[in-house]
C-alpha cells in the first residue's frame, strides 16, 4: 500500500540505498573486525525489513513503465 500511495520511484531509490549502505557496512565489517553472530541477525533483519518495501516498490514501477502490448514478454523477462 506504501509503494502505491507514495511516489514508487523515490521509495525504491531510498530502499535500494539503505541495502546499498548495509552491504558496505558488512563489507568493512568483515575486513577490518570480527564478525559476530548478532551482526548477521542484525543485517538480516534490516536487509529482510527494506525488501518488503523494495519488492512491491519495484513491481509498482514495472507495472507503470512497461506498456501495455509488451507486459507479458517484459514479466517473462523480469522473472527469469
Do not use: Y
Request: charge should be positive; include cysteine.
Amino acid at each position: 500500500a506504501l509503494a502505491d500511495r507514495k511516489d514508487a520511484r523515490k521509495l525504491f531509490f531510498v530502499t535500494k540505498s539503505i541495502l546499498a549502505v548495509c552491504a558496505f557496512s558488512l563489507f568493512v565489517i568483515t575486513e577490518f573486525f570480527e564478525v559476530k553472530v548478532w551482526m548477521i541477525f542484525v543485517f538480516g533483519f534490516i536487509e529482510g525489513a527494506v525488501n518488503s518495501f523494495d519488492g512491491p516498490a519495484f513491481t509498482a514501477i514495472f507495472a507503470r513503465t512497461i506498456p501495455r502490448s509488451d507486459f507479458q514478454q517484459g514479466l517473462a523477462i523480469h522473472s527469469t
